[in-house]
């Protein structure tokens, strides 16, 4: 079992702010995907809908200004099943984001890419948080001839 | 035992342009360390010197375009005794890079910062070699509190 960790921090920002930005279809669409639609609540499914395809996410778990956790039980095989973790907390004038995508089952080359990616959009996340604008797709910044 | 896993891919590049950003002084100084010194042949160690410290890489291989394979013998004490894989290959336009760095005893923290910083740094050397500019330590992109 091999997974995708990650650690960011929100400059100026609130776990609150944060959480809001995870947890609701105009947050999720300024940083990760423009074509964000679903039901928001614990058991609901987001649709996230890219270029090449979707991912769809069922609400596993909604604490406020702590924690949000989804089951991916639609889009990439390798994705399926897997769960994608957020742990927000302050930390002085920072928002810290503790993100972790796990349950791979094989750490193949597909995993390299999405861990980059992730890295991406988790920096799309910050600028929307620190500056008012994300980068979410499509306009998000492309990483290889994977995009 | 947890991995730090990444894929770019670096676009009109050759596996030949990457390894000697990997495997010459004044390439790893332009994306990511500026201050860096020391061996670059197998054998010989690398220093790497950031504002909060420094790192210390052993080569232990080197296979012109294809493979670089280093290991941490000075730093953070979780990255002691470590490994920094990068593996090279042609894919149409693009010069792929997977990277590893394994070896971690324990998914901490700091390793969820490192994995993102790796990312940023990878974006680095993409730029470096894309635009001629990369964003070596100390004028890289900043993620957290951490730096």
Redesign the interface.
Same mark, same amino acid.
């Given at each position: 079992m091999?997974?995708?960790?990650?650690?960011?921090?929100v400059?100026g920002s609130s776990p609150d702010e944060v959480y809001e930005a995870l947890t609701t279809l105009g947050g999720l669409s300024d940083w990760w995907a423009t074509d964000t639609s679903g039901s928001v609540t614990v058991g609901g499914v987001l649709e996230f809908r890219f270029e090449p395809g979707g991912i769809d996410m069922q609400v596993l778990e909604l604490t406020p200004g702590e924690r949000v956790l989804w089951e991916v039980v639609g889009g990439p095989a390798e994705w399926i099943g897997t769960t994608v973790n957020w742990e927000i907390k302050q930390?002085?004038?920072?928002a810290?984001i503790?993100? $972790?995508h796990v349950g791979w089952k094989e750490?193949v080359?597909f995993?390299?890419?999405c861990?980059?990616k992730w890295?991406?959009f988790?920096?799309s996340l910050?600028s929307l948080l620190e500056t008012g604008t994300g980068n979410p797709d499509p306009r998000d910044?492309a990483? $290889?001839?994977?995009h």
């Open positions: 091999v997974d995708i960790l990650h650690r960011i921090g400059k930390e002085g004038e920072y810290i503790l993100f $972790s750490p080359e995993m390299h890419h861990s980059t890295a991406v988790l920096m910050k910044v990483i $290889s001839n994977w």
